[in-house]
């Protein structure tokens, strides 16, 4: 008999069976740390693969005249995007085209430096996204906050193919605040035909100083404002209030007003001016 042969074959075999039992406990370390110390980050993975959101644009608040007729609204637009989805998207739209640009001001996309930052004015209303619309100049501007609505979003599942499976929910974007103004809709449209070889008009009333009007020419379409930044007439430029001029002419409503305030005259004064002053 050769024991020496058996002693060398049952060595073998012990020695297959701790190979075996090791890689068994190596396969059972692994699954512990994929399946529960890593369970939950590699599930994260895999819903970051398979769901997907949506960001949902919001209105802007519309611009009103004093009589309620929309100055400055939206159009809506049917978009594609990933997935299959289709979406509503919003456009400006400026009922008076120039006649109301210096006013209404125009919206430009957030810039890389705007994009990610807050608006200390509206913390509420989250950072700048990529793409967003932002005002500049004019009501859109100075009322950005109130105008500026918030944005929805869609979780939406897909396959490994990319391809929409469902949505698995959905928060509607918040619109805008419309903004009222005083100015007079039939009075607006009208000055750019009577004003259109003069600088520019404002129109107020003369109890409580309200706007109904105003108007600078030369004027540019807030739709296509690229069009207009190497214009050498300076069509953004607003000659209505930031104008620098002589004091002459222009001074004198601001003397007969004070003049009436202070009733050493009445709104049937005349005066006649010879054009000359006799010392």
Known sequence: MDLAGE?????????????????????????????????????????????????LPSPRGRILARGGEVLVGNREIEKKVEFGEVITVYERNYNLGSGFAHVSGYLGQASEEEVGKIDPKCPEKGPWRPGDWVGRGGLEEQYNCSLRGTPGEELVEVDIKGNLVRVLGKKEPTPGVDLRTNIDFGLQSYLPGLFENKKGVVVMTDTKGQVLAFYSSPSFNPEKVASFLQDPNLALFDRAISGLYHPGSVFKPVVAIAALEEGKINQNFRFTDPGVIRI
């Not at 994929?34 to 994260?44: E, F, H, S, V």
């Open 7 to 55: 002693d060398k074959g049952g060595w073998l075999v012990w020695f297959l069976r701790g190979v075996l039992v090791l890689l068994f406990l190596f396969l059972v370390a692994r699954l512990v740390e994929l399946q529960i110390i890593k369970g939950r980050y590699y599930r994260g993975l895999s819903d970051g693969n398979r769901i997907r959101k949506i960001i």
